[in-house]
């Protein structure tokens, strides 16, 4: 198991729990008991009929046809737009909402950048009857202002955070603060495969169901469960580690991340971590990140919000590092393009995030009877805006 994390929390080199002093209790809390909880019979059972019956999983694999024609090889896109919510990031919350009341809390706190993982959080606490806070860069809710509207629908507290440049990394701050000062009762859902550990794993974990969907689908579909390509995008890594995970360890799947190059990785407007960062810490876990020369973040640029992040998770770090997985990049322009593409060839109209993952297609070296399966994260809705300030359709 060379890609898989060890037991002090590492992918290779990457990962670990660099906290302070403060969280160490409740970092230690559930580092103790996340393997017990979430691998019992019983917390899988209440897991299965949520993902079922709340989310509509499982989600449809769909042979893109048209598009198979176009790229001449056979192209599946793994439906996750149709998730409940829109996007992949309910399967987390869900698990990590099950695991806090297995823990004892009342309590959910969370961070969001786009207000994506916002949402996702609020709505389970809403589902749970859990009080629920986000924190958010003020900067952020005034851009993704739908978002703070539907997580304060749901019935969230959403709280500005005013520090620093007043977006995510602003709004990590608040929530780690709010956490060290209620340790007991609050459970802080972290939204992607980053942080220390265990929520690399843990969030991982609670994606995979993507891959074993993927595996039984396939099989079903080809008599085969591997393809040759999984292809998805990477803003913390949280899709692309529930596509990849039951592939991980089958070397003759071809895994590719593909990050946003923003305007252009040579422009200082990009947010493709593996072509530009180095390795450090952030957000708990030591990983590649994008940084000065004197290791300050440097402020990711990307016209999807959702992979608008500096740094990757370990786990894809160690995927890239020991070149099991290709990580290629995609500019806005090529990401808008594959999102209009896709929606005049298979009318599916893609979040902007996932249309990274389609604009690779045309860069891949593809033989007629070669099996991809896309990972197509969200759905275009809450784009809308974005698609229409681009214009060119
Ligand atoms: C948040 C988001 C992403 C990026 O997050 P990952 O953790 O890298 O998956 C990708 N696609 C959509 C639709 C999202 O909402």
Redesign the pocket.
């Known amino acids: 198991m060379k890609y898989t994390i060890d037991k002090n929390g590492y992918y290779g080199k990457f990962g670990g729990a660099f906290i302070p002093e403060m969280l160490h209790p409740n970092v230690e809390e559930l580092r103790l008991n996340y393997l017990s909880i979430i691998e019992s019979a019983e917390f899988k059972k209440e897991f299965d009929q949520l993902l079922k019956n709340y989310v509509g999983r499982p989600t449809p694999l769909f042979l893109a046809e048209r598009l198979s024609e176009k790229y001449q090889a056979k192209i599946y896109l793994k439906r996750?737009?149709l998730c409940h919510t829109?996007?992949?990031?309910i399967n987390n919350t869900i698990g990590q909402i099950l695991l806090a009341k297995r823990l004892g809390k009342q309590k959910i706190i969370a961070e969001t950048g786009?207000g994506?993982?916002g949402v996702a959080t609020a709505t389970v606490c809403a589902l749970m009857g859990m009080e629920c806070i986000v924190y958010m860069g003020q900067l952020d809710m005034e851009r993704q202002r739908p978002n703070v509207e539907r997580m304060r629908i749901l019935g969230t507290k959403v709280v500005a955070a005013t520090s620093g440049n007043m977006t995510l990394k602003d709004a990590t701050n608040e929530a780690m603060r709010h956490w060290i000062n209620h340790p007991t009762d609050t459970h802080y859902i972290i939204?992607?495969?980053?942080g220390p550990h265990p929520y690399p794993d843990m969030v991982a974990h609670f994606q995979s169901v993507i891959s074993e969907e993927i595996k039984n689908q396939l099989t079903e579909a080809i008599g085969n469960p591997y393809p040759d390509y999984v292809v998805?995008?990477?803003?913390?890594?949280?899709?692309?580690?529930g596509a990849f995970y039951y592939f991980i360890e089958h070397e003759h799947v071809n895994l590719v991340g593909v990050e946003a190059a923003g305007k252009g990785i040579g422009t200082s407007e990009s947010a493709a971590t593996t072509a530009l960062g180095r390795i450090g810490i952030l957000h708990g876990s030591k990983s590649l990140l994008m940084q000065t020369d004197d290791g300050q973040v440097i402020e990711p640029y990307s016209i999807?919000a959702?992979?608008d992040?500096p740094g990757i998770?370990p786990m894809h770090a160690h995927l890239f590092d020991t070149q099991r997985a290709q990580f290629l990049n995609a500019t806005d322009d090529e990401a808008m393009n594959a999102g209009i593409e896709l929606s005049r060839t298979e009318g599916i109209i893609p979040?902007i995030?996932?249309a990274h993952a389609m604009a690779v297609l045309p860069k891949l070296d593809l033989n007629t009877d070669d099996v991809v399966v896309v990972n197509l994260?969200?759905?275009g809705d809450k784009d809308l805006e974005t698609y229409i300030k681009w214009g060119r359709y």
């Open positions: 996750e737009d829109g996007a992949h990031k786009a994506q993982h939204g992607s495969v980053v998805a995008c990477v803003g913390g890594g949280s899709n692309a580690a999807s959702g992979l992040y998770g979040a995030e996932s994260s969200g759905r």
